[in-house]
């Protein structure tokens, strides 16, 4: 059990320590962009919060795997009877790494709070304002790629729930119906809000754009770092953050797409007050 | 307090849990330690019991019903008076403040340990059951 999930961790310690180097690069490279070219500050911005809002996730997930093998590594040196001076000498070392490997994911979280040091708390939303601070955050990609917006939020325009989390969904589901835009039609997205329940709401993103197969691409859809379209525009992080979001503040995400036609993109949000 | 007889776990992990299990079972064999995946299979088990757990271990991020939404129904089952009798540990993976805030605001009777519990933690968590 220890050592596969050892296998597991290392495995994924290697892919965070490679992603966090191109993190820094990346990170880098976008900040001497913001002090190159001030109009596309905003853009560089978001993509910025996104690469944190990754770091975070990861770092996160990797915390229960890593105190799993600290706490088997207890039993196994507890089970242990008489264990020969090279078996005492490995799993200091182990124990040694797994304590430098948790210290990093802590320094990591902790930099990453000092840097966004506001709680997300549960607060009513104006879906106007933050749409529409999200719009002018990528007004010149709108302008460029010419896209009409329709916003329709007269069912229900404000709701409780929290504001980065959302703000985050939101950019980076209407940032990939942009991206998917079928540069042969004029590209439409329509955003609006419904009550589906008495305690759900629904938030949907419907564009025109060229659509997935749901059937080939589910699992690509969900899964980190795998873009649908192979024409090298895009992250791959954003459906991971939605997905992580949703997990954690509570939600769901449902697709709806057909190839050629367009996709609809729903965020399920619960209506009840958890905290309360 | 009464020798402790059962402690009941609710996280979604199964490392954690099958780690948790052997840890507690290896120190202390005459305690019985009860296994379930999410807030709704535990708060079933509570319910169902005919002795209830006096102390539950508790993970606050679980799909179907989470550590919160536990809370929740548990202070909403148990009167105010029968809280004190029923102890939870809430086994985080983050020290987020906003999550004991919360955490607390639902059920009074709580405490927190970062995963996974150590051979100290635990008995520091035990031992005062085990004191008369």
């Given amino acids: 059990m220890s050592e596969a999930n050892l296998h597991h961790l290392l495995e994924k310690l290697e892919l965070l320590v ?168 004029d590209g439409v997205i329509q955003i609006h809000t419904e009550k589906r329940s008495d305690d759900t709401i629904c938030i949907s993103i419907e564009d025109n754009g060229v659509g997935i197969d749901l059937e080939k691409n589910r699992e690509k859809l969900l899964g980190l770092f795998k873009r649908v379209t192979n024409d090298g525009s895009g992250s791959g992080i954003g459906m991971y953050i939605i997905n992580k979001l949703l997990e954690n503040y509570g939600g769901q995400l449902e697709i709806e797409s057909e190839v050629g036609i367009g996709s609809t993109f729903r965020i399920i949000l619960p209506l009840t007050e958890k905290s309360t | 307090m009464g020798k402790l007889k059962e402690i009941l776990i609710i996280d979604d992990n199964e490392a954690t849990n099958h780690f948790h299990r052997r840890l507690i079972e290896k120190l202390y064999p005459e305690i019985q330690v009860h296994l379930t995946k999410n807030g709704k299979a535990g708060f079933d088990y509570f319910v169902n019991a005919e002795e209830k757990p006096v102390l539950i271990f508790l993970d606050l991020n679980m799909p179907v019903m989470d550590g919160f939404e536990f809370l929740g129904v548990l202070n909403a089952y148990l009167p105010t008076e029968e ?35 150590s051979k100290d933690k635990l008995s520091k968590i035990i031992d005062p059951y085990n004191k008369d």
Avoid at chain 1, 124 to 150: A, C, H, W, Y
Wanted: charge should be negative; glycine fraction near 0%.
């Fill in chain 1, 18 to 185: 490679s992603e966090n180097q191109s993190l820094k690069i990346e990170n880098k490279s976008l900040r001497s962009l913001v002090e190159e070219t001030e109009p596309d500050a905003s853009k560089v911005i978001c993509y910025n919060n996104e690469l944190e809002q990754f770091t975070y996730v990861a770092t996160h997930d990797l915390k229960t795997p890593l105190a799993n093998i600290s706490g088997y590594l207890d039993l196994l040196e507890m089970d242990l009877e008489n264990p020969s001076e090279d078996i005492k000498d490995s799993i200091k070392w182990l124990k040694y790494s797994v304590r430098e490997a948790m210290n990093v994911i802590k320094e990591l979280t902790s930099a990453l709070k000092a840097r966004n040091d506001k709680a997300d708390l549960l607060i009513p939303i104006n879906m106007d304002n933050l749409v529409e601070s999200i719009l002018s955050g990528m007004r010149s990609t709108i302008k460029q790629k010419k896209v009409l917006f329709i916003c329709d939020f007269t069912e229900i325009d404000e709701f409780p729930y929290y504001q980065i989390a959302l703000r985050s969904i939101l950019q980076n589901l209407i940032s990939n119906a942009i991206l998917y835009l079928d540069p042969k039609k």
């Fill in chain 2, 83 to 117: 809280q004190h009798k029923t102890s939870i540990v809430i086994l985080s993976s983050s020290d987020e403040n906003l999550d004991k805030e919360r955490t607390r605001s639902l059920y009074p009777n709580i405490s927190f340990n970062p995963k996974p519990l």
